[in-house]
């Protein structure tokens, strides 16, 4: 596999640095899937000029009160991740095993798997989890996510995760290069993939399955509004979709919020 060529940022300090050049690796093009209509994420991605000024939740909502809600990855990965001294020299291994000729047209992620069987787990006894994608559940992620993750320390939760995101446009290819970071909060780590914060000046809620059930006011057991967030809550404007709510009650702006580390 060809390793990429570094390029430097705003001012970005080394985690950004890393997930800024992952979010514009170049993950290919293929006739077959629609990128070539209207963009891949990584394409799209080049125009972006500093990934810390992009809003940390983007929102759509219709007329119906339907709503989509999605969590910048920039933002999202920057909160969590660390590049700390294992990891780097994990990263060093990683790139020199791709490198083997037996290995040179191995795909990323037939890579992943084997090195975590071959060199981390066999060579240095750390326990391994079984691999995931974000496709393949409900979360607020606004681009897809892959990898694995392993345990260094002997501890309930996995501290290192080996990290793919996804640039391309169909989700069965165009992954970018692996990476390899440590994650001190594990649980929260995967907890913001779900949770969101809502609130006017009179009524504030909360969801933890990707917005589509809220409990208002802390409650968990009042079905009135059937979970979904206040009736007086109201779309903004006519565009539609819009990008904001407003409380007819207050007559203050609806702020949503995840739940990020700063």
């Known amino acids: 596999m060809t390793r990429q060529k570094q390029t430097l940022g705003p001012d970005y300090n080394e985690i950004e640095q890393a997930i800024a050049d992952m979010l514009k690796e170049n993950t290919g093009m293929h006739f077959l899937d629609s990128g070539g209509a209207y963009g891949r994420h990584w394409q799209r991605n080049q125009a972006i000029a500093d990934f810390r000024q992009l809003p940390e939740l983007s929102i759509e909502i219709w007329d119906d009160r339907d709503f989509c ?155 009135s509004h059937e979970y979904k967030f206040p009736s007086y809550w109201i779309k903004s404007g006519t565009k539609n979709p819009s990008n904001s709510l407003k409380c007819t009650r207050c007559k203050s702006k609806v702020y949503f919020t995840p739940c990020l580390v700063h």
Not at 105 to 118: R, V
Not at 158 to 163: A, E, K, R, S, V
Request: with cysteine.
């Open 69 to 223: 809600i999605s969590l910048d990855v920039f933002h999202y990965l920057t909160s969590f991740l660390e590049l700390d001294g294992l990891a780097k020299d994990l990263q060093k291994q990683f790139d020199d095993y791709s490198e083997l000729p037996d290995n040179k047209d191995k795909g990323w992620y037939e890579l992943m798997q084997t090195f975590a069987e071959d060199i981390l787990r066999d060579q240095y006894g750390y326990r391994i989890e079984e691999s995931f994608n974000t496709y393949n559940y409900e979360n607020l992620l606004g681009q897809v996510l892959q990898g694995l993750t392993f345990h260094v320390a002997d501890i309930d939760y996995p501290d290192y995760i080996i990290l793919q995101i996804h640039g391309g446009c169909d989700v069965r290819g165009g992954y970018t290069k692996p990476r390899i970071f440590k994650v001190p909060e594990f649980d929260y780590f995967t907890i913001v993939q779900f949770d969101l914060y809502a609130s006017c000046k009179c009524t504030n809620c909360s969801s933890d399955d990707s917005g589509y059930h809220w409990y208002i006011d802390g409650s968990t057991a009042d079905k």
